[in-house]
């Protein structure tokens, strides 16, 4: 058997891990560096999360404000975000002490304030404590924020029409006879779209005054009947001894605390001649 050369096998070895190697040579190289860059940055990500043991710092709330009564029954709450040695990546939403919601720590930003904004949705006039917890991405949750109580909106209620009717007999006299209808707002229809799905309303109060061509002012309060006829109807008689025009003005509606008052129609003239 024939031996080696010593020295052609040593030029052999050099030249093998010796440059210029070609592209193909180098692709495989450059594969497993990278895929050994990734596994160090996966594996560094991981042990953070294991040895991150430091909470987020508390967030701070900055206002909660009830939405337009359209908008029944909404609560817009603003916080600002929460500082963290790793990274925060949500933050959880407490009704009065309960959880509520999640809201990403990737979205909602409100630049105006430099914080997080969510709108919420509460039954009507529901009053509440809210405050919100950061959670850091180790899933630490750091300390309650600050609580801000709010109301919610009530339900819409709106004067939908004002009638006035003037009568004159022996025994009645001179009289002008006013009727209040007033309706329930659908809480899901735009106000753009006009006065849909309503629902009248009974047992709602009705201030108003009517002012006469002299410019005399009676002040009147009424509540709106209850039964089938009249649902959501409240009627008011006064005198019309003078002769000219006659209006009506709606001051304000209240109903149960469900409600809102909406102005809608809110003021009617009839002639007596």
Same mark, same amino acid.
């Given at each position: 058997?024939?031996?080696?050369? *010593?020295?052609?096998?040593?030029?052999?070895?050099? *030249? /093998?891990?010796?440059?210029?190697?070609?592209?193909?040579? &180098?692709?495989?190289?450059?594969?497993?560096?990278?895929?050994?860059?990734?596994?160090?940055?996966?594996?560094?990500?991981?042990?953070?999360?294991?040895?991150?043991?430091? &909470?987020?710092?508390?967030?701070?709330?900055?206002?909660?404000?009830?939405?337009?009564?359209?908008?029944?029954?909404?609560?817009?709450?603003?916080?600002?975000?929460?500082?963290?040695?790793?990274?925060?990546?949500?933050?959880?939403?407490?009704?009065?002490?309960?959880?509520?919601?999640?809201?990403?720590?990737?979205?909602?930003?409100?630049?105006?304030?430099?914080?997080?904004?969510?709108?919420?949705?509460?039954?009507?006039?529901?009053?509440?404590?809210? @405050?919100?917890?950061?959670?850091?991405?180790?899933?630490?949750?750091?300390?309650?924020?600050? +609580?801000?109580?709010?109301?919610?909106? #009530?339900?819409? =209620?709106?004067?939908?029409?004002?009638?006035?009717?003037?009568?004159?007999?022996?025994?009645?006299?001179?009289?002008?006879?006013?009727?209040?209808?007033?309706?329930?707002?659908?809480?899901?229809?735009?106000? *753009?779209?006009?006065?849909?799905?309503?629902?009248?309303?009974?047992? +709602?109060?009705?201030?108003?005054?009517?002012?006469?061509?002299?410019?005399?002012?009676?002040?009147?309060?009424?509540?709106?009947? #209850?039964?089938?006829?009249?649902? #959501?109807?409240?009627?008011?008689?006064?005198?019309?001894?003078?002769? #000219?025009?006659? /209006?009506?003005? =709606?001051?304000?509606?209240?109903?149960?605390?469900?409600?809102?008052?909406?102005?809608?129609?809110?003021?009617? @003239?009839?002639?007596?001649?």
């Amino acid at each position: 058997m024939a031996k080696r050369n *010593k020295g052609n096998w040593f030029r052999w070895y050099i *030249k /093998s891990i010796t440059p210029p190697y070609s592209l193909k040579d &180098l692709i495989p190289i450059f594969i497993s560096a990278i895929l050994v860059a990734i596994f160090i940055i996966i594996l560094g990500h991981v042990y953070a999360q294991i040895a991150d043991n430091t &909470l987020p710092s508390a967030p701070t709330a900055i206002s909660a404000t009830p939405q337009p009564s359209d908008n029944c029954c909404k609560v817009t709450f603003s916080f600002r975000g929460s500082t963290d040695n790793v990274g925060i990546v949500k933050y959880y939403i407490y009704s009065n002490g309960n959880f509520s919601s999640t809201v990403s720590a990737y979205g909602n930003r409100d630049d105006t304030n430099n914080g997080w904004t969510y709108l919420m949705n509460f039954g009507p006039k529901v009053t509440t404590s809210l @405050t919100v917890k950061a959670v850091d991405t180790a899933g630490n949750l750091s300390s309650p924020s600050n +609580a801000i109580t709010v109301t919610s909106p #009530g339900i819409p =209620i709106f004067v939908s029409n004002i009638s006035m009717v003037y009568s004159s007999s022996s025994k009645t006299g001179n009289l002008i006879t006013t009727k209040v209808y007033v309706m329930e707002r659908d809480p899901w229809i735009d106000a *753009k779209r006009g006065i849909l799905n309503n629902t009248p309303i009974n047992n +709602a109060t009705v201030t108003l005054f009517i002012t006469s061509p002299s410019g005399q002012k009676t002040s009147l309060t009424g509540i709106t009947q #209850g039964n089938a006829t009249n649902a #959501g109807t409240v009627t008011f008689k006064t005198s019309a001894n003078e002769k #000219g025009t006659y /209006s009506v003005n =709606i001051t304000n509606v209240s109903a149960t605390d469900r409600n809102e008052y909406l102005p809608h129609v809110t003021s009617k @003239t009839l002639i007596v001649n």
